[in-house]
């Protein structure tokens, strides 16, 4: 079949990011389906890992919002005038100016406004010129939840919002390893594997966690945090300083910081419990669902993930409305500290892994890509 206009461009630059790298890989798999369908391009940048000899990559020295991003952008929008083009990307970092003939398709996963997020007014400028740049443009932005779509028209009410949830694709590396010789860990725990952003709520969780062992210094589980977790500690969280001024928190809880890849699935495994303390996840979780293929069950935000699951014996939910009550994250926390033991999730009939689908993505991908 000879591929059809328009010429689609797909920007894999976020392909090492901790989430959305993950999604990253989906999409592109997707797009190599569509290949005999569309002509199709993707941005690569230096750490994207797709196979080098492949003829339609376009190389880019900048990283996602990195300087001499906007150039690049204007560079290559420039040299493909005359033909209708689709930008296609995995974040909002966007051109912020546009040749007419070029529509943009944007994954769009949080709305950051109100969540401390910003580092600096800089930062704050900046977000809110790339979502005047959607609204400007007419992007069609891809949520990847309902409640992130009803966030964004809340709080930037752009041309069009669909529900498009990321699919999932399991790339964990089932190894066996050592967890006890290689970082230590000889009691079970409760585990944390993500990002140190105040959305994230590490601060909440670590708190939850220290008053629930002040109740009773008995519980038989630590608490293991994995990531950059020793990143962004200026925006007012610093975990390390946190758990090194807490004697009783010491030997409890592990800060492993960022873990070899193929080490994840024997981590998840050795779990507990998977925890997400976050104020906002939006509907989508990659760490969790790792975490339920693992066979690991995990606790949720039910204020924007109680679509995301059944409660059942693989996932439960906390209020992440509240801060105290006994369906708080510290109320919730404590009792699941204080039970002996949990039941273990069987992937193969696990009904929230199944409601990720990448074929759904690739369909709506087809879709948007077929518009004239």
């Not at 519980?219 to 200026?234: E, K, M």
Request: proline letters at 6%.
């Amino acid at each position: 079949m000879r591929p059809q206009a328009p010429l689609v461009i797909v920007d894999l630059r976020t392909w090492t990011w901790t989430g959305i790298g993950r999604v990253t890989r989906g999409v592109f798999e997707c797009a190599r389906e569509l290949e005999s369908e569309f002509d199709i391009r993707y941005i690569v940048s230096d750490d994207t890992e797709v196979p080098p000899e492949l003829p339609n990559l376009i190389r880019f020295r900048s990283r996602p919002f990195g300087r001499g991003e906007q150039t690049e952008f204007h560079r290559l929008l420039r040299g493909l005038r005359g033909g209708r083009v689709i930008l296609h990307s995995l974040y909002f970092n966007v051109p912020l100016l546009l040749p007419g003939t070029v529509r943009q398709i944007v994954h769009f996963y949080d709305v950051l406004t109100g969540t401390g997020e910003f580092r600096t007014v800089f930062h704050r400028v900046a977000y809110f010129a790339y979502v005047r740049s959607l609204r400007r443009h007419r992007a069609t932005i891809l949520a990847q939840s309902d409640y992130t779509a009803t966030q964004i028209q809340k709080n930037h009410p752009l041309h069009e919002v669909i529900v498009c949830p990321p699919g999932y694709r399991s790339y964990l590396v089932q190894q066996q390893v050592d967890l006890q010789k290689v970082y230590g860990l000889q009691r079970p725990y409760f585990l944390y594997v993500g990002l140190n952003k105040p959305r994230k709520n590490l601060d909440g969780l670590l708190r939850a966690y220290a008053s629930a062992l002040k109740g009773q210094p008995d519980i038989r589980y630590d608490l293991v945090v994995c990531g950059p977790i020793f990143d962004r500690t200026a925006m007012g969280f610093d975990i390390r300083a946190a758990v090194d001024s807490d004697p009783l928190l010491a030997d409890r809880v592990h800060l492993l910081g960022f873990i070899p890849e193929e080490h994840l699935y024997a981590l998840y495994r050795g779990a507990s419990q998977y925890v997400v303390p976050s104020h906002i996840e939006s509907g989508y979780s990659y760490p969790a669902l790792e975490a339920l293929t693992a066979g690991t069950p995990v606790l949720l935000n039910r204020v924007d993930m109680y679509n995301f699951a059944s409660e059942d014996t693989s996932t439960a939910f906390f209020d992440g409305s509240t801060q105290s009550g006994p369906d708080s994250l510290d109320a919730v926390l404590a009792h699941m500290l204080m039970q002996p033991d949990f039941s273990r999730v069987d992937p193969e009939r696990c009904d929230v892994l199944a409601r990720f689908s990448w074929h759904s993505v690739k369909e709506a991908m087809r879709s948007l890509y077929q518009r004239t």
